[in-house]
Structures are given as structure tokens and as C-alpha cells.
């Protein structure tokens, strides 16, 4: 059984519903994970999706964050949070059982600046994810994350390493604590299938032209334990929605797994 799935920080699921309703009917996912939604839970266009029929599952905010899984299949909500170390209310992790597969979303902090406060909150939250998949999960188990990381891990995920390096997003602190989640026990599924440079999933609107010249990032993942990533096929960057009129800065990563039927 072919199992395909995507994730992608859509920077406002109001205004870019029609687009995704649109991406979805094409590519078919059978399970997309959603960043940055913006909407609270009484706002989100359930009936919308289930009319191309896609289930939503949600956790969101007025006005930031917010994160979903969408999937033609029925989903299981997974309970589980970080506990203290996430600030109240914040709508960044949601997880579910989807065909027999965990899936975690998360969009992880920005950060701001590497001297503030929110940077070392970023590094905290990314801290105590590897926690949350200690007490929830095994690393010898199946189990798919993905989202925004706001982090590009290698120097070949970011347009001009030298210069970029020390800047949020591409910093030796990140890469510290996201290589020490990474330990647990997971594998870039993306990066297995291309190991070439100049793949990204996120390109500046303040940078003129960003993405003609392609000075992008690679910080939107699908990373996988052993067991899921062995069976990985397939993973690629669909840019194309960047490309549309009023598109999100980011566009959608992808991946394919060849699993057992059930």
C-alpha cells in the first residue's frame, strides 16, 4: 500500500483554503500535516474539507500559530503535550493515529534574535519535544513527524551557509538540540531520497526575487523512526503553490512509504 504524505505551513488556512482544497484534490495525501492555520477551533472550515473529503483534526489560536492533520482516513487524536515548558494555550503540537501510524505536527518556535528570550524558549520547546517522544512513543515502532522545524539543519538547507550561519534558523545552538531530538531515534526522510543542495521549502517575501534566484531554506520536514523510514520511497518538494498569486512563504514537502495493507 502506497502511503503518501505532506506537510505545510500555509501562513492562514482562511485565506489559502481554496488553494490547499484545490492542492488536495490533485495530489491526493493521505495525510497532510497543516502549520500556522491562524484560526481558532470555532473558525476552522471543517465542512469545507469534508466536502473533497478529507476528516480535520485541529488545535489552533486567534490570530498565530495553530497547527491540523487532514486525512481521507479516520484519525485517532493522540493526547500528549509538553507540559510546562510550553507557554498556555499555544497551538503547536497535535498528534494522531492515522492507518496505523502516529503522526506528530508541530511548528516549532521562531526564535526572533539568538540573544533573546525567544530564542531560548525555542530551544527549550525543542528540548522537551525529545522528551514528549521518550514518554509517548518508540524509536523501534513506527512513527512520522513533521512541520515547520524553523530550523535548517545542514549547510546544504540554506542558500548561503556562510553568511546565514549564527542567524536563527541556521544556528550551532539549533542544530545542537534539534540533532539531539534527532537521537532519539529519527531519520530525514527527505534527505535519504535527495541528497543534493538547493532543495527548499521556504523562501523570504522581503528578499526581492527570493524565489526566481531560489534564496530559500529547507526548515519544513517529514522525518521518520527506523522502522517507517526503511520503508520510505519517495520524498520531494512540490513548488509550485509558491508560485501562485498570494501564496505562502512556504510550500509543501512530500513523501511516499510502501506499507504493508491492512
Not at 57 to 73: C, D, T
Not at 89 to 99: C, D, F, N, P, T
Not at 208 to 221: E, M, T
Not at 227 to 240: M, V
Request: proline letters at 7%.
Amino acid at each position: 500500500m502506497n502511503f503518501k504524505v505532506a506537510s505545510f505551513n500555509i501562513n492562514s488556512i482562511r485565506a489559502r483554503q481554496e488553494m490547499l482544497a484545490n492542492w488536495l484534490t490533485k495530489n491526493k495525501p493521505d495525510v497532510i500535516c497543516l502549520q500556522e492555520t491562524k484560526v481558532m477551533d470555532k473558525d476552522f472550515p471543517v465542512e469545507y474539507f469534508q466536502e473533497i473529503g478529507y476528516n480535520s483534526l485541529f488545535k489552533g489560536q486567534k490570530s498565530y500559530n495553530g497547527v491540523a492533520i487532514l486525512s481521507p482516513h479516520p484519525m485517532t487524536p493522540i493526547a500528549g503535550d509538553l507540559g510546562d515548558v510550553a507557554e498556555p494555550g499555544e497551538a503547536r503540537l497535535i498528534a494522531a493515529m492515522v492507518k496505523d501510524i502516529p503522526v506528530v505536527n508541530t511548528y516549532v518556535p521562531q526564535g526572533q534574535a539568538p540573544d533573546s528570550e525567544k530564542f531560548a524558549y525555542k530551544l527549550a520547546w525543542l528540548k522537551a519535544l525529545r522528551d514528549y517522544f521518550a514518554r509517548n512513543f518508540s524509536p523501534d515502532q513506527p512513527l512520522l513527524w513533521m512541520g515547520d522545524f524553523n530550523v535548517a539543519p545542514e549547510p546544504i538547507d540554506v542558500h548561503d551557509p556562510k553568511r546565514l550561519l549564527g542567524h536563527v534558523g541556521f544556528h550551532p545552538e539549533e542544530h545542537k538540540v534539534l540533532n539531539y531530538v534527532k537521537e532519539w531515534g529519527f531519520q530525514d526522510v527527505f534527505r535519504k531520497h535527495q541528497p543534493e543542495g538547493g532543495h527548499f521549502t521556504f523562501w523570504d517575501y522581503r528578499i526581492r526575487q527570493g524565489l526566481v534566484r531560489n534564496l530559500g531554506w529547507r526548515i519544513d520536514h517529514i522525518w521518520a523512526t527506523a522502522p517507517l523510514a526503511e520503508k520510505s520511497t519517495n520524498a520531494w518538494i512540490d513548488i509550485e503553490p509558491r508560485r501562485l498569486a498570494k501564496p505562502s512563504d512556504h510550500t509543501f514537502i512530500l513523501a511516499e512509504f510502501a506499507l504493508s495493507a491492512n
